[in-house]
Each structure stands twice: as structure tokens, then as C-alpha cells.
């Protein structure tokens, strides 16, 4: 890159880091580290938890689907708003009954101790999993820019990284967010100017409705194909209810609202705001087709990145690449944040019954080490792969979303569930959905069941998994304890 857009780079970088660190106030105690004092503004949210999504997986991946498709990705975002309206009518409120420190206290009111720590354990496990993509992701834009290695690009995202979260706690990160959602859409914007400019005007977008690269819906019925409009709604609501609704990544950045009712606008909003980002950046990847910047060879995860530094003037350049830097580690702390907020609350304070908030405060800054290294390793093993990291993130957080999802629901719509029921259900749906998605993306996975299912289908499927065993499970126990309870016949 140009000297300009070095120097553009490390002073944003700078800047950044500065305003976390300001913006961050004292942590005093756990709760001030891990919920930002409870006390953060809504809209402020509604942008974090945006950021936090969506990260450098949108910017550098979706522009890649549609030059090399067309926009029918927009029909998952349709999902993803439905499936917030929902979580904010329904599971919202009960976040909100009491002092709740992670999503999964709630599941402990309703069956126990055992049930939150599973629930929790297999948040751990899925959200290692994909901010490992996340951190890979990161590493595309990073070897363009510096022509490093993804290991070497890997480990420098978990050190800076490191650094930040360490310090600064959910209200930095989530201050930042708001900063860096402004710029990585004014580089998306930026691009789908120049790219436009390029291809010959506004005109141009005829050649790419005559190709058929505008289409957006898909109204065919198939399990097979990756966007279409039932799996976008169906599939899509499904995966934003859990995502949104359970996995603490984003539940964290709810219970930091001052109240219910900003929390439900927080989410609400960013359902309306995620639809116009996907947009953009679909549009950003056709404009990139028309420029002719989909090069023989050229990996679609690079098709934007790539652009941006060949093409864009000098200093907007640097701009942009470093919103999609700081934007994707701005969403990893996010996640290391959470990870080491579960491990907390949900595992080290009840196991050991060590309550005191300057304590949780010191073991969970010393957890948010281990999960980074955590997951540099992780991701450095997902480097050999060639799935549009979007997809792939999303396909491994399936894994176990429909099994979280499955699980509030047998809570909420299914009395007769015990504690055993969920545990079961929650373990078998793991077990069964593992050869589905990890033998999807994981090359020389020994298992690989449903082979050609679109991703879309796997919270779906996870879910009803997950409520199927647990109703099973409820019954087949209290048949074997009435069985149990009757007098034995004598011989």
C-alpha cells in the first residue's frame, strides 16, 4: 500500500484504541467489566450489536456472494428481523425479572443448575468456534494489505486484540463499535461509488439485471439451495432467535440496557439496520463485478479487500482497510468479552463460591487471556479452507443454536420438561447435527450426513431435534417413574 494509507492505518488504529480507552470509564467490579454499569443507551447498542454480527465477515464476504452470484443473501436478513421481533415480544421480559448477569440464569430458575451450565458450556463451545472464522476472516484483509502469512496475520489480531479487551470492558467495546460501524459503511459506500464510476455509470447495473445478478427472491421450495425466500425467513428467523435471543454474545450487550424497553428498541432497530447493510454490501459486490475486479483465481473473499487497495485514492484507501481491521477486532473482543463473562458467572463463581466482584473482576481479565489463545489456535486451523467465511461462520454457529433454541422453547411451551429432559436433548442435538454442519465445512470431517443441505436449514432442524428428544425424554421418564411407583404383582 502507499505511504498515505500506512500512515492512515496506524493513526485510525491509534484513535481507536485512544477512544476506547476514554470512553471506557473506571471497572470498579464485575459488572461494571462485563455489562458496562447496565446504563448503556439503546441506540448505542442497536449499532454494537450490528458491528458485533456482522464484523468483517459482511464487509469482506458478502460483496465476494454477490459478484459471484446475485442478491438472493438479502432473503436471510427478511429472517433476521422477523426472528428479533419475536425474541423481543418473547424472551425479552424474562431477561429482564431480576438482576440477570448472563442469558443463561434464566434457565436455572426453570430447571436448575445443571441446565444452565449445559446451555452455557455449549455457548462457549459454539462461540469459540465462530469467532475462530471471525479472527480468519480478519486475516484475508490483513495478508492483502502486509503480504503476511494468515498464521503470522492471526496472532498480531489476537495480540492487539488482547490488549483492548483487557482494558477496556463491554462499554469500550461497545463505544468503538459505534465509531466503527460509521466507517467500514462509509467505505462500503465509498466503494460502490468508485466501483460504479468504474463500470460506466449508473447505466451499468442494466448489464447486471439482464444477467441476472439483481434477482433477490426466491420463492422455490428446496432444502438444497442456499438462499432462497422460505429458508431466509424460516431458516433466518430461527438462527436471529437463537443468535440473538440466547447466545450471550449478543444477550450481554441487552442486558446492559437501562431497561426492557430499550433493549426490545436495540434490537428491533438492528433488525431494520441489518437489511440496509446487507443491501449495501450486495450492491457493493455487483458494482465490483461490473468493474471486472472478480480476477481469475481470486479467492470471493478478497474480491473487496482487493479492490479497495488497487483502486480506491490514496488515504480513503487506508480508511476503509482499516474500518475492516478494527471493525473485526472490535467484534473479537466482543466475543472474547462474552466468553470470559459465561466462564465467570455460569462456571468459576458457583463452582467455587467465590461471590466477591473485585475477585470475578481479576479471574475474569486472566479468562479473557485463555479464550484468546483459545481461539488464535482455532482459527489457524480454519486457514486451509475455501468457504466464503460468512457462510462459514454462520454454519458453525448452527451447530448448536438450534439446540439453545430448542431448549427455551421446551422451557417456555412444554411443562412436563425436567432438568434431565433439556440436558439430553441439548446433547443429542449436538451429537446428530455435528456429522450435518462440521462434516459441511470442516475438510476430512470422518462424518458428513444430509450432504448438499443448504445451511439455512440447520437451526431449523437443530431445533426440532432438540424439542423432539427432550418431549420424548419427558415422557419416557415419567412413564418409568409411574411404572416405578405401582405395587408389584406377586408370583
Not at 441476472?212 to 432462497?228: A, C, E, I, M, N
Not at 424460516?234 to 435471543?245: F, M, T, V
Not at 468459576?348 to 484468546?372: F, I, K
Request: with cysteine.
Amino acid at each position: 500500500m502507499r505511504p498515505l494509507d500506512i500512515a492512515v492505518i496506524l493513526l485510525y488504529f491509534a484513535a481507536v484504541m485512544a477512544a476506547g480507552l476514554l470512553l471506557a470509564g473506571k471497572q470498579r467490579h464485575v459488572s461494571d467489566y462485563f455489562l458496562g454499569h447496565r446504563g448503556l443507551p439503546w441506540w448505542a447498542l442497536m449499532m454494537s450489536v450490528v458491528a458485533t454480527e456482522t464484523s468483517a465477515l459482511t464487509v469482506i464476504s458478502v460483496p465476494g456472494i454477490a459478484a459471484r452470484g446475485d442478491l438472493t443473501f438479502l432473503q436471510i436478513a427478511f429472517g433476521y428481523l422477523a426472528g428479533r421481533i419475536g425474541v423481543a415480544a418473547l424472551l425479552l421480559p424474562g431477561y429482564f425479572e431480576g438482576t440477570q448477569d448472563t442469558a443463561y440464569q434464566r434457565l436455572e430458575r426453570r430447571f436448575g443448575p445443571g441446565a444452565r451450565r449445559t446451555a452455557s458450556a455449549v455457548f462457549l463451545f459454539t462461540r469459540a468456534l465462530a469467532d475462530c472464522v471471525r479472527i480468519f476472516a480478519t486475516a484475508i484483509p490483513l495478508a492483502i494489505i502486509t503480504q503476511w502469512s494468515f498464521t503470522a496475520g492471526i496472532v498480531a489480531i489476537g495480540f492487539v486484540t488482547l490488549i483492548y479487551t483487557w482494558v477496556g470492558g463491554l462499554r469500550a467495546v461497545v463505544w468503538v463499535d459505534v465509531i466503527q460501524l460509521g466507517v467500514y459503511l462509509l467505505g462500503g459506500i465509498a466503494t460502490l461509488i468508485v466501483a460504479t464510476h468504474l463500470a460506466g455509470g449508473v447505466d451499468a447495473f442494466g448489464r447486471a439485471w439482464e444477467a441476472g445478478k439483481l434477482r433477490t427472491l426466491d420463492f422455490h421450495l428446496s432444502f438444497k439451495v442456499l438462499y432462497t425466500f422460505w429458508g431466509g425467513v424460516i431458516g433466518g428467523g430461527l438462527l436471529s432467535a437463537a443468535s440473538h435471543g440466547t447466545d450471550h454474545l449478543i444477550v450481554q450487550r441487552l442486558l446492559a440496557a437501562r431497561g426492557l424497553k430499550d433493549a426490545q428498541r436495540a434490537l428491533i432497530g438492528s433488525g431494520v439496520f441489518i437489511i440496509a447493510q446487507f443491501a449495501l454490501f450486495l450492491l457493493v459486490g455487483t458494482s465490483l463485478w461490473l468493474a471486472g475486479a472478480d480476477l481469475p483465481g481470486m479467492r470471493g473473499d478478497a474480491i473487496y479487500p482487493t479492490f479497495v487497495v488497487t483502486h480506491l485514492p490514496a488515504g480513503l484507501a487506508g480508511l476503509v482497510v482499516a474500518g475492516i481491521l478494527a471493525a473485526a477486532m472490535s467484534s473479537h473482543a466482543s466475543a472474547v468479552n462474552s466468553l470470559a463473562s459465561a466462564s465467570t458467572h455460569d462456571f468459576y463463581a458457583p463452582l467455587t463460591g467465590r461471590e466477591d466482584p473485585a475477585h470475578l473482576l481479576r479471574v475474569g481479565r486472566w479468562l479473557t487471556l485463555v479464550w484468546t489463545a483459545i481461539l488464535v489456535a482455532g482459527a489457524i486451523a480454519f486457514r486451509d479452507q475455501n468457504t466464503p467465511v460468512v457462510q462459514l461462520a454462520l454454519s458453525v454457529a448452527s451447530l448448536t443454536y438450534g439446540s439453545l433454541l430448542g431448549t427455551y422453547i421446551l422451557g417456555g411451551a412444554w411443562p412436563r420438561a425436567r432438568q434431565i429432559d433439556v440436558i439430553i436433548a441439548i446433547v443429542v442435538s449436538v451429537i446428530l447435527m455435528s456429522p450435518v454442519v462440521l462434516g459441511a465445512v470442516i475438510p476430512g470431517f470422518p462424518l458428513h450426513w444430509l450432504a448438499g443441505m443448504a445451511w439455512p436449514w440447520y437451526v431449523p432442524l437443530g431445533t426440532a431435534v432438540t424439542i423432539s428428544v427432550g418431549i420424548i425424554s419427558s415422557l419416557f421418564g415419567r412413564a418409568v417413574g409411574q411404572t416405578a411407583g405401582r405395587p408389584q404383582a406377586s408370583v
